[in-house]
């Protein structure tokens, strides 16, 4: 059975008056992707802080590998990685200098420096611009040296809050990549996104935060089975087709620009089976159709109340 990396319960942390994490419970299993979701202000990077120990909760009890974050917090540093929302890189060196200086500040890798060193340049493709000043690195290579530089003590959780925000869709991509071959290695992630697909092409489980409450948990496809909207498309060459075809599903939304039918259903082969031959019943035949499903933007914004925030910086 797979252990618990991170457990949390009843986590509660406040600002003043303002209760920023209110009772949280969260599972996360060892060598998994646990995404947390959550509009601006929801508490993510709150959350982040206090299991990773920058801050201490105000109530509730968490582990990490084991270790309470309130009485063995040099026991939960020792384990972990942290990747914040900034590349936290000195940008007056160059990449080889700063994990070189990650190499002298953690104590575990003395004598082998040299070693991981290299092999973290070789790993995230770096070892081009390795003499070059971070300065003239691009957002993405910066992203990847700072999750580099994360793993110079071989961590075995790793938090990333937002380490996509603001990168290009192929740098994206390739950090997707990284974090998978990760995870292949048996490292959990703790993943703060408000890139949707993101989650959506990553996470194992999902957790939506809002207000400072979880509003809901499990995989993409379990919160996906959680809001109506699976219907059927079909798209038909003539206007008079899409027009007799409106007639006979009369629950339907049509687009007559795009001559297309959309008609409810829960996606099942039984129910498109029965519509199909209803079809076939009245002498008509779709040029194409496709199965559509909520997707986790529809999920986001049911929960929230409103779409996710992405900051296009």
Do not use: C
Not at 61 to 71: L, M, R
Not at 197 to 206: G, T, V
Not at 263 to 282: I, K, N
């Amino acid at each position: 059975m797979t252990s618990s990396a991170i457990a949390a319960s009843g986590l509660r942390k406040k600002y003043g008056d303002k209760t920023v994490l209110d009772g949280i419970d969260v599972d996360v299993r060892t060598g998994t992707v646990f995404s947390l979701l959550g509009p601006n202000g929801a508490g993510k990077t709150t959350m982040v802080n206090v299991l990773t120990t920058l801050l201490k909760a105000d109530g509730g009890t968490v582990h990490v590998a084991g270790h309470d974050i309130a009485t063995e917090p040099k026991a939960v540093r020792a384990v972990i990685g942290v990747t914040g929302q900034f590349a936290a890189v000195d940008e007056l060196l160059t990449g080889l200098e700063n994990l070189r200086l990650m190499v002298d500040l953690n104590r575990a890798t003395s004598g082998d420096g040299k070693r991981i060193v290299t092999e973290l340049l070789e790993r995230f493709d770096l070892v081009e611009s390795a003499q070059k000043p971070v300065s003239t690195y691009s957002g993405g290579m910066r992203r990847k040296l700072d999750l580099a530089m994360t793993l110079v003590g071989d961590p075995r959780i790793i938090f990333l809050d937002e380490p996509t925000t603001g990168l290009d869709p192929r740098s994206r991509r390739t950090m997707w990549d990284i974090i998978r071959g990760l995870v292949a290695d048996g490292v959990t992630i703790f993943l703060t996104t408000q890139y949707l697909e993101e989650a959506d092409q990553l996470a194992d489980r999902i957790a939506v935060l809002d207000q400072g409450r979880l509003v809901a948990q499990g995989t993409a496809d379990e919160l996906k089975r959680q809001i109506p909207g699976t219907h059927v498309r079909l798209r038909f060459t003539t206007a008079a087709e899409l027009d007799a075809a409106a007639r006979i599903f009369a629950d339907s939304t049509r687009d007559d620009e795009a001559l297309t039918l959309r008609v409810p259903g829960d996606g099942g082969t039984e129910s498109l089976r029965a519509l199909l031959d209803r079809l076939d019943e009245y002498s008509l035949s779709a040029e194409e159709f496709s199965v559509r499903k909520p997707e986790l933007d529809d999920v986001f914004l049911a929960l929230t109340g409103h779409a996710a925030e992405v900051d296009a910086k």
